[in-house]
């Protein structure tokens, strides 16, 4: 089968077209016939090198969906044919790929394979961070880096499902945009005003209850700025880096009872397992009647090095997928 393949750690030139012998269902797993394959920055970042256990040459992509072709001993619930989403560590930039059966999700008939791939890592993390790790009521204001992106667009649409007062943190107009069409109260353009100085205007001099980040990088100092006594930052990515020390200490020293958390969502798949197939149907359910707005591109599998690149520049919005 045709996959691609990352070669070694390095820019998006290391990812190759190869061909590759199909992967084997074993007991308790399936195998998919892709039909659609998402890009995550997770795979800019595994590419990137920060993950030092992968074992090279390495098939990329976590997040997929296509139709079973094969299915493992022990597995009763799915069979061939069945439209299914899938997860995994990795392996999905190719035509076919193995997902557990437990973490593999009938598709409803109303949802597009592109809207299935484009759930799991963006979608699930968009709902945890709203629905778990510091739960959002009516009434909260929150602030969102990187507002146009997969994550960012879920996070618009779930928050106002919840009644929050969202602001929406993007670099173009473009992007506000999307980002007002993904259904945020306010929309900061960084690149035009000083988003602290905007949130704070907002809020009336308050700040925000709770600020998602998943950029960091040597501003993620801004995130406590504009974050109200009591708030909570909760990091989630390092798209422009790990933030610095001096920004730690300043959260350590900022004497306003700020909270700082992480989030992963490979955490939650590991001890949460139960809760996954409720998130993808509010999920599902809220693509299918419009809550949720994700604009999606799509681009052939074997152009997956292009994609990185563009993803990389900043150039898209909402979520890119590879079709094989």
């Known amino acids: 089968m045709q996959a691609v393949q990352m070669t070694r750690i390095g820019g998006p030139e290391v990812l190759r077209v190869v061909d590759v012998p199909e992967p084997r269902a074993g007991p308790g797993f399936v195998r998919v016939r892709n039909r659609a394959v998402a890009v995550n920055f997770h795979d800019i970042n595994t590419r990137r090198g920060d993950e030092p256990d992968v074992e090279l040459p390495a098939i990329l992509g976590t997040d997929f969906a296509g139709i079973v072709d094969a299915v493992g001993d022990d597995v009763e619930h799915i069979e061939v044919g069945d439209r299914i989403l899938g997860i995994n560590m990795g392996g999905a930039y190719a035509e076919a790929a193995l997902v557990m059966a437990a973490l593999g999700i009938p598709i409803p008939a109303g949802l597009s394979f592109e809207q299935a791939a484009a759930c799991p890592v963006p979608g699930l993390t968009?709902?945890?961070?709203?629905?778990?790790?510091?739960?959002?009521?009516?009434?909260?204001?929150?602030?969102?880096?990187?507002?146009?992106?997969?994550?960012?667009?879920?996070?618009?649409?779930?928050?106002?499902?919840?009644?929050?007062?969202?602001?929406?943190?993007?670099?173009?107009?473009?992007?506000?945009?999307?980002?007002?069409?993904?259904?945020?109260?306010?929309?900061?353009?960084?690149?035009?005003?000083?988003?602290?100085?905007?949130?704070?205007?907002?809020?009336?001099?308050?700040?925000?209850?709770?600020?998602?980040?998943?950029?960091?990088?040597?501003?993620?100092?801004?995130?406590f700025d504009m974050t109200a006594i009591d708030g909570t930052v909760i990091l989630f990515g390092h798209a422009a880096g790990d933030p610095p020390p001096a920004s730690l200490k300043y959260w350590l020293k900022s004497g306003r009872n700020l909270?700082?958390?992480?989030?992963?969502?490979?955490?939650?798949?590991?001890?949460h397992l139960e809760m996954i197939p409720a998130a993808y149907n509010h999920l599902f359910q809220g693509l299918m009647s419009g809550a949720i707005y994700l604009p999606i591109e799509t681009m052939p599998l074997v152009d997956a090095a292009k994609a990185h690149t563009r993803i990389e520049q900043q150039q898209t919005v909402g979520k890119v997928i590879l079709v094989p």
Do not use: W
């Open 126 to 223: 968009a709902y945890f961070l709203a629905h778990q790790v510091v739960p959002v009521t009516s009434g909260m204001t929150v602030v969102a880096h990187a507002a146009a992106g997969a994550v960012g667009c879920f996070i618009g649409g779930l928050l106002r499902q919840l009644g929050a007062t969202s602001i929406g943190l993007v670099s173009s107009d473009e992007k506000a945009e999307v980002a007002r069409r993904a259904g945020y109260t306010h929309v900061v353009n960084y690149r035009k005003e000083d988003p602290v100085a905007r949130v704070r205007q907002l809020t009336g001099g308050d700040g925000a209850h709770v600020v998602y980040d998943s950029v960091a990088g040597p501003q993620f100092q801004r995130s």
């Open 259 to 271: 909270g700082l958390r992480t989030y992963f969502l490979g955490a939650t798949l590991q001890a």
